[in-house]
Nanobody
Framework: QVQLVESGGGLVQAGGSLRLSCAASGRAFTNYAMAWFRQAPGKAREFVATINWSGVKTSYAESVKGRFTISRDNGKNTVYLQMNSLKPEDTAGYYC?????????????????????WGQGTQVTVSS
């Protein structure tokens, strides 16, 4: 059974930092892209960041560019999201996603519909 388990969410003041982790089990995502999405109450799920299979290529939503950093450790089958300079508008449930359709993809995947597996989410709340 494939599982993606997020951790690291919590309550932080504006300007603070958090580091989210997503540990995969049941299969390796070493050769595939992974991503983070988020969803605030009453809003649609939105793309945050993605990383290709090797970790060399990354892409970010404009709203988080320069503040968030996605990385991965294929030896640990884990992807991370370092979030700095957090703002109240970053408050949302954060979801890790992994895809298994595009082996060693040369392009970055930003649509939620391209991802097969999802974690249960971890809540991030930023107070003003």
């Amino acid at each position: 059974q494939v599982q993606l388990v997020e951790s690291g969410g919590g309550l932080v003041q504006a300007g603070g930092s958090l580091r989210l982790s997503c540990a995969a089990s049941g299969r390796a995502f070493t050769n595939y892209a992974m991503a983070w999405f988020r969803q605030a109450p009453g809003k649609a799920r939105e793309f945050v960041a993605t990383i290709n299979w090797s970790g060399v290529k990354t892409s970010y939503a404009e709203s988080v560019k320069g503040r968030f950093t996605i990385s991965r450790d294929n030896g640990k089958n884990t992807v991370y999201l370092q979030m700095n300079s957090l703002k109240p508008e970053d408050t949302a449930g954060y979801y890790c996603a992994g895809e298994t359709k595009c082996y060693h993809c040369d392009y970055l995947l930003k649509s939620q519909y391209e991802y097969d597996y999802w974690g249960q989410g971890t809540q991030v709340t930023v107070s003003s």
